[in-house]
């Protein structure tokens, strides 16, 4: 099979365990490499480039068609090819690199609804979770769920985004923790970016599941 595209920055030290970025629609696997510098040291750090084009240098995880209304729609068969794209490719990484310990996965946008998909499609294999600006997609979420994530969870949303709605956040969440998931929510005054206090406090998560 043909690999993703990615950047990677080495652990340091013996340590096993790894995260890996997922960018947002139109952008790349350089945007989230940024903050490769600032996580864990003993982590190893994967960022995955989207296997669809959007021009321009970016790229997506599924397409999203806007129409002449106003109204948007997603391409679900692209989300759930990408779904098992990105774990088959984790699971090449891992083997790669030899890294049998934990998994973490942070993504931004597009990237953190497909993470949030992913922690459903495979309960047992991510250790935590850092979902920036996304939300809970019921469409790409198991037709049967048989268990709940074993995964720790940190979620934010700017009050101000007009990407996606805060309110589409909100509502994840709280359906996660009726769920009995563990989930660290957190909004901020700031629109469809990452909030400096947003940056500090993933940090203290990351490192507290590190």
Same mark, same amino acid.
């Not at 099979?1 to 993703?4: I, N």
């Not at 679900?76 to 759930?80: D, L, M």
């Given at each position: 099979?043909?690999?993703?595209h990615?950047?990677?920055?080495?652990?340091e030290?013996?340590?096993?365990?790894?995260?890996? !970025?997922?960018?947002? %629609?139109?952008?790349?696997?350089?945007?989230?490499? /940024?903050?490769?510098? =600032? #996580?864990?040291?003993?982590?190893?750090v994967?960022?995955?480039r989207?296997?669809?084009s959007?021009?321009?240098?970016?790229?997506?995880w599924?397409?999203?068609?806007f129409?002449?209304?106003?109204?948007?729609?997603?391409d679900?068969?692209?989300?759930?090819d990408?779904?098992?794209?990105?774990?088959?490719?984790?699971?090449?990484?891992?083997?790669k690199y030899?890294?049998?310990?934990?998994v973490h996965?942070?993504?931004?946008?597009q990237?953190?609804?497909?993470s949030?998909? !992913?922690?459903y499609? %495979?309960?047992?294999?991510?250790h935590?979770?850092? /979902?920036?600006?996304g =939300? #809970?997609?019921?469409?790409?979420?198991?037709?049967?769920?048989?268990?709940?994530?074993?995964t720790?969870?940190?979620?934010?949303?700017?009050?101000?985004?007009?990407v996606?709605?805060?309110?589409w956040?909100?509502?994840?969440?709280?359906?996660?923790k009726?769920?009995?998931l563990?989930?660290?929510?957190?909004?901020?005054?700031?629109?469809?970016?990452?909030?400096?206090?947003?940056?500090?406090?993933f940090?203290?998560?990351?490192?507290?599941?590190?």
């Open positions: 099979m043909e690999h993703l990615y950047l990677h920055k080495s652990s030290g013996p340590s096993k365990d790894c995260i890996v !970025l997922l960018h947002g %629609y139109g952008s790349s696997e350089e945007d989230l490499f /940024g903050f490769a510098r =600032y #996580l864990p040291k003993h982590l190893t994967f960022s995955l989207a296997p669809y959007t021009g321009f240098s970016g790229f997506a599924y397409a999203i068609t129409e002449a209304d106003g109204t948007k729609w997603n679900i068969k692209q989300a759930e990408s779904i098992k794209t990105i774990k088959t490719e984790v699971d090449f990484l891992r083997k030899n890294l049998t310990g934990k996965l942070l993504g931004f946008s990237g953190c609804i497909l949030l998909a !992913l922690s499609h %495979y309960p047992d294999y991510f935590s979770i850092i /979902g920036l600006s =939300y #809970l997609n019921e469409e790409i979420l198991p037709s049967e769920i048989k268990s709940l994530p074993n720790h969870f940190y979620l934010s949303h700017g009050i101000e985004d007009q996606i709605p805060v309110e956040s909100q509502h994840s969440a709280e359906k996660m009726r769920q009995g563990t989930v660290d929510y957190h909004n901020y005054p700031t629109g469809h970016q990452v909030h400096p206090d947003n940056f500090r406090d940090l203290k998560f990351i490192n507290s599941q590190a």
